[in-house]
């Protein structure tokens, strides 16, 4: 063999060395993608749970969250302001997912989950009231999504403050 024959070999040693690298890194990248993913649908879960919690966590915020389904028309201002703080981060929890649901990292089984949750409470007197005087602030896509679901799911969801008797008001 000459030396331009052992080049030659060297060169396609050479170009299978480099393919078989790209195909190592691509495995990698998504691996490392699928693995942020799920990180970041974790994350989320957990900030969506952790906001449920804190409405009815402190005798205070359940107080105030019971009052809000139940009435928020009649609550006081600094009340209304309260209910808000406790009832907006599950929006924003809500937002995030149908977001990430819209990116392909949220199955439309978890999506479904949250949203019948969520609009279970905007069902209620008290939470369709304050999503009516509130819906004008978050993006119009996420606010059409939620008035769509809204409309759609009056046969099939009961308002959160019938199907589960802790959200009852007091009698």
Not at 89 to 114: C, M, N, Q
Request: hydrophobic share 45%; proline share 5%.
């Amino acid at each position: 063999m000459t030396f331009s024959d052992w080049s030659v070999i060297a060169e396609l040693v050479s170009a299978v060395g480099v393919i078989i690298s790209l195909i190592y890194l691509a495995v990698q990248i998504r691996h490392a993608t699928k693995q942020r993913d799920a990180q970041g649908l974790q994350l989320l879960r957990a900030e969506y749970l952790s906001s449920i919690d804190n409405c009815t966590g402190t005798l205070e915020n359940a107080d105030i969250f019971l009052k809000g389904l139940n009435n928020f028309a009649d609550m006081p201002a600094v009340e209304q302001a309260c209910f808000h703080s406790l009832i907006h981060p599950l929006l924003h929890g809500f937002h995030s997912l149908w977001e990430a649901h819209k990116a392909g990292i949220v199955s439309t089984s978890d999506l479904d989950a949250t949203r019948d949750q969520f609009i279970s409470l905007l069902l209620t007197s008290g939470g369709r009231h304050w999503w009516e005087s509130f819906k004008h602030v978050p993006p119009p896509g996420i606010v059409s999504y939620i008035d769509d679901c809204i409309e759609g799911s009056k046969m099939r969801l009961k308002p959160a403050n019938e199907s589960l008797p802790w959200l009852r008001p007091a009698e």
